[in-house]
């Protein structure tokens, strides 16, 4: 047994992998990521009514926003939208917000009016959360693409995909 080096020693330096999985506490207090907590909160809490209701026929749509919504949760935490350019980031989630926004108060509507029991309604009502933050998030995010597009592009990106803690006064 002496032969053999311990695991667990200490003065080993940490795999830098497992770092790129931590979670970037300057994002999660950030406007962003507290809309898109929001987003997969009001999602998944509106999945799970769905799922308990008569209403189940709509359970797909708040299931694949809470999936889409978690990744980018993931994604913009983690920097991965830095590390990975073949996307315009801000692109596709104003697109994930808008179509998820119109969806989410279609079927708040239909599981509010058309079915009668209480899971169905609640599902509604948390539908209908899930479409006002998902529209707080596309507001925001139309206001950041069109300030980017006046300025005439000057910059790679607009400002939600830069670094949090990024200092913007530095021109």
Request: a negative charge; glycine letters at 8%.
């Amino acid at each position: 047994m002496g032969d053999m080096e311990d695991p667990d020693r200490r003065g080993d330096p940490p795999n830098p992998s497992v770092f790129s999985l931590l979670l970037n506490k300057d994002f999660i207090s950030a406007r962003k990521g507290q809309l898109l907590l929001g987003e997969v909160a009001s999602s998944f809490i509106c999945f799970v009514c769905f799922c308990a209701s008569a209403a189940v026929a709509f359970v797909t749509a708040p299931l694949v926003f809470f999936l889409s919504a978690l990744f980018l949760f993931f994604a913009y935490s983690t920097k991965f939208n830095q590390r990975f350019k073949g996307f315009h980031w801000p692109l596709m989630d104003f697109l994930r917000c808008v179509s998820a926004s119109i969806v989410f108060f279609i079927i708040s509507i239909m599981a509010v009016s058309k079915y009668g029991d209480g899971s169905s309604k609640a599902a509604g009502v948390f539908g209908f959360i899930a479409t006002i933050v998902f529209a707080l998030d596309f507001y925001f995010i139309f206001n950041e693409l069109a300030d980017f597009l006046k300025g005439g592009g000057a910059n790679n990106e607009p400002q939600n995909t830069r670094d949090a803690d990024s200092d913007s006064d530095s021109d």
